[in-house]
């Protein structure tokens, strides 16, 4: 199997610490978003919306969802769960999971699309969007504040792969001009703690 990936893009990056947590080996191939390219015919083949990571399998088929390949991994490698072993608690992850990606990634990304220069002949940028995502960030981050609490993990004891997006979705902020209000002290807490994690390594 070969990953083409984009170290820096929040997707890739919560795939590789998942990976890492799981001592999960892949061949590794760059794909520069920057300079367009994922917008190559040849792989646009592998993936029509262009988007990384994407998991080449052995039969040259390929999954192109960030969720789907962590979770594919976590059939093929049970053990050392980061999805929880039980009913409730896989539930219980996916959800926590869930509010990261689309409570906290998505809204930075939507900051930093409305805001980066970057995107100003691409889009068209609303300083309105930017704000109400700001909002929704923050109401987001005050439910993952709770949940977290004084655990060592989102989740409890061990990581998951609700630690996996946060951690990506924290750090794109980070270069997306939203970065972690310090006043969820849980989350930053958190947040300082993983960072220091092997797996979180650039």
């Given at each position: ?104 990634l ?31 960030l ?5 439910v ?14 061990d ?35 993983f ?8």
């Amino acid at each position: 199997m070969k990953l083409y990936t984009f170290s820096l893009a929040p997707n890739p990056r919560r795939v590789h610490v998942y990976l890492a947590e799981k001592c999960i080996e892949l061949t590794l191939e760059t794909v520069d978003i920057v300079t367009a390219q994922n917008r190559t015919p040849e792989f646009l083949k592998k993936n029509p919306l262009g988007g990384l990571p994407v998991l080449e399998l052995d039969d040259g088929s390929h999954l192109t969802e960030s969720l789907a390949i962590m979770e594919y991994f976590e059939e093929l490698h049970p053990e050392k769960p980061m999805i929880g072993r039980t009913p409730l608690e896989r539930a219980r992850t996916r959800e926590v999971e869930r509010i990261a990606e689309i409570g906290v990634l998505s809204a930075i990304g939507t900051i930093f699309q409305n805001t980066n220069p970057l995107f100003a002949g691409r889009v068209k940028q609303s300083a309105d969007a930017a704000e109400n995502a700001r909002t929704r960030l923050a109401s987001n981050l005050t439910v993952l504040d709770h949940k977290i609490g004084d655990k060592p993990f989102v989740m409890g004891a061990d990581p998951t792969i609700a630690d996996c997006t946060l951690f990506a979705a924290l750090k794109f902020g980070e270069f997306a001009g939203a970065p972690l209000d310090r006043g969820f002290r849980n989350v930053a807490r958190w947040y300082d703690a993983f960072a220091q994690r092997p797996s979180a390594k650039d």
